[in-house]
């Protein structure tokens, strides 16, 4: 029986180092196979995070060139856009705060517009021209 014995080892000794090599084999080409899947992918992450930038930039020009044309559009709807003067201090910056019938031309439907001053605080009328 030992005879067998030794040769069953010697099976199981070589049929496990076989074993174990095709195991190796196909663990490693599994490995090669993931290391090109990660090189695949970290490439896919650098574009998107280039691509990403880039959209950072355009969304930084974009709110760069909304704030400029929000001030064009605040100084485009002027409250003042006929250019009047305050009759107490002759600053230009007034707001409009309404309108009433003209003292004069009131019977007739003309109307005076209103403005306060923002640098004195007084108000001013005036009746546009026809």
Known sequence: M????????????????????????LASDKYSLLENEKLKLLEKIKILEAHSQTLK????????????????LSHSHNVNPDGYVCDHCGSSNLKRTGSRSDPTFGDL???QKLFICNKCGKESAFTPEP
């Open 109 to 111: 439907g003309v109307k």
């Open 2 to 25: 030992a005879l067998f014995d030794n040769i069953d080892k010697l099976i199981n000794e070589h049929g496990s180092s076989t074993i174990l090599r095709e195991r190796l084999l």
């Open 57 to 72: 930039l355009d969304l930084e020009q974009a709110k760069v060139q909304i704030r400029d044309l929000d001030k064009q």
